[in-house]
């Protein structure tokens, strides 16, 4: 298989730490964000995912895969161990709730292509889209996940492995320091990230950890 990757994006991120829990090698082929106007908008790469978005999955037999949920939703599926997404169905959807917040309602709205917006056609100011990303990482997102995670068992998200909201998550943390976002007020989220860290597969699949990091 082959991960169209980016050391920095979150979604890729995602799909990273669910291979490395699953086991799983691939190629990596890193898609540069920013390099040349983005690499993600060239035909070659077009080709594999219209939406000029990192992550896309390549299979062996040449299927390409994109969003890293349906892609994640897909190794659980064709690799089930360990499982990501619990066959209970009510914390199945308690552990979607948590992915979809992060994914579905706060992600897309601080990514690069929204920044690049505000930058470039709404000419606001770097300090105001930094604020812009803090806001919508706090109130569109780790407030809410701290409250569903909470009466959950710890020390991971939803008990005592770790599922595909941990695998979220994570990124999200990250993205959230990045920006200098405060986590002081979420003991449960920063127990999850200290649990979490210790795990080869989320340490293997860190930003700073990829051959294309800068
Ligand atoms: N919902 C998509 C989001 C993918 C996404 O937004 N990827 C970002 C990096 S984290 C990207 O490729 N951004 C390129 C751009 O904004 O031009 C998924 O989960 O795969």
Same mark, same amino acid.
């Given at each position: 298989m082959i991960l169209y990757d980016y050391f920095r994006s979150s979604a890729a991120y995602r799909v990273r730490i669910a291979l490395g829990l699953k086991g799983l090698e691939v190629e990596?082929?890193?898609?540069?964000?920013?390099?040349?106007?983005?690499e993600q908008f060239t035909?070659?790469?077009?080709?594999?995912n219209p939406q000029a978005?990192?992550?896309?999955l390549e299979l062996d037999?040449?299927?390409?895969?994109?969003?890293?949920?349906?892609?994640?939703?897909? $190794?659980?599926?064709?690799?089930?161990t360990p499982r990501?997404?619990?066959?209970?169905?009510? $914390?199945?959807?308690?552990?979607r709730a948590v992915a979809l917040t992060i994914a579905c309602d706060t992600h897309p709205l601080v990514n690069l292509r929204v920044a690049a917006y505000l930058s470039d056609?709404?000419?606001?100011?770097?300090?105001a889209i930094e604020a812009w990303r803090?806001?919508?990482?706090?109130t569109g997102g780790l407030q809410a996940v701290e409250k569903l995670i909470a009466p959950a068992p710890a020390p991971f998200c939803f008990g005592a492995e770790p599922t595909l909201a941990d695998v979220c998550l994570i990124p999200q943390i990250f993205s959230a320091r990045?920006?200098?976002?405060?986590?002081?007020?979420?003991?449960?989220?920063?127990?999850?990230?200290?649990?979490?860290?210790?795990?080869?597969?989320?340490?293997?699949?860190?930003?700073?950890?990829q051959a294309d990091a800068e």
């Open positions: 990596h082929r890193p898609v540069h964000l920013l390099r040349g106007g983005g035909p070659r790469y077009l080709a594999k978005l990192v992550p896309a037999d040449g299927v390409v895969l994109s969003q890293s949920l349906a892609i994640i939703e897909y $190794l659980d599926g064709a690799y089930p990501l997404i619990p066959a209970d169905p009510v $914390l199945a959807a308690k552990v056609e709404l000419m606001i100011e770097p300090e803090r806001h919508w990482i706090l990045r920006f200098a976002t405060p986590l002081n007020h979420f003991p449960r989220i920063l127990e999850v990230e200290a649990t979490c860290l210790e795990l080869e597969a989320f340490k293997a699949a860190h930003p700073g950890r």
